[in-house]
T-cell receptor, first 115, second 114 residues
Framework: AQSVTQPDIHITVSEGASLELRCNYSYGATPYLFWYVQSPGQGLQLLLK??????LVQGIKGFEAEFKRSQSSFNLRKPSVHWSDAAEYFC?????????????FGTGTRLTIIP | EAGVAQSPRYKIIEKRQSVAFWCNPISGHATLYWYQQILGQGPKLLIQ????????DSQLPKDRFSAERLKGVDSTLKIQPAKLEDSAVYLC????????????FGSGTRLTVV
């Protein structure tokens, strides 16, 4: 069965500093990997996704993520965070199955930005 | 395009009462999902529809939860009777081709059972 581990429950970063959120997955084949962001009281917004090809994926809001098969990781990065990046971030892995894909989410990492 | 619509946004009920949530997916999206997100946890899939047929309901507590998707469009999720541990955000998502393109989530319904 597929699973996702986000080892950091809460991270605090100064505004303007760089950010890396960790994600490790378990899946038997080539995974579909996603990062979502959730602001308080809101639904989930897709930041970026990896299906195949280039292992460095660019997303919205200046985020990027790198797929490392050898480490079963898909870490999210941003070179300089803004106060508006404060939110909950979820990594997810997708099972493939001819149109029956479903996502399994990690427990999330809450990001706090300090001035 | 319009997003995934969910209602109500908030609901407070007493335990043992019943409650229903409604979801209207993006037009043309064949696949619809209901997720439960308990505070401090990631979303967990409850049920997945492909058009109006159930693809996966293995995580749905069928003794109290039920869901249907009328004519392959709108969907309702019902809880009867509710328990305290059902307090959560219930997220609806839809996908054009079953997830390859990623989901679009609604804003969710926050349920509090007291």
């Amino acid at each position: 069965a597929q699973s996702v581990t986000q080892p950091d429950i809460h991270i605090t970063v100064s505004e303007g500093a760089s950010l890396e959120l960790r994600c490790n997955y378990s899946y038997g084949a080539t995974p579909y990997l996603f990062w979502y962001v959730q602001s308080p009281g809101q639904g989930l917004q897709l930041l970026l996704k990896y299906f195949s090809g280039d292992t460095l994926v660019q997303g919205i809001k200046g985020f990027e993520a790198e797929f490392k098969r050898s480490q079963s990781s898909f870490n999210l990065r941003k070179p300089s965070v803004h106060w508006s990046d404060a939110a909950e971030y979820f990594c997810a892995v997708g099972a493939s199955g001819f149109g029956n894909e479903k996502l399994t989410f990690g427990t999330g990492t809450r990001l706090t930005i300090i001035p | 395009e319009a997003g995934v619509a969910q209602s109500p946004r908030y609901k407070i009920i007493e335990k043992r009462q019943s409650v229903a949530f409604w979801c209207n997916p993006i037009s043309g999206h064949a696949t619809l999902y209901w997720y439960q997100q308990i505070l401090g946890q990631g979303p967990k899939l409850l049920i997945q529809f492909q058009n109006n047929g159930v693809v996966d309901d293995s995580q749905l507590p069928k003794d109290r939860f039920s869901a249907e998707r009328l004519k392959g469009v709108d969907s309702t999720l019902k809880i009867q009777p509710a328990k305290l541990e059902d307090s959560a955000v219930y997220l609806c998502a839809s996908s054009l081709r079953g997830g390859v393109d990623g989901y679009t989530f609604g804003s969710g319904t926050r349920l509090t059972v007291v």
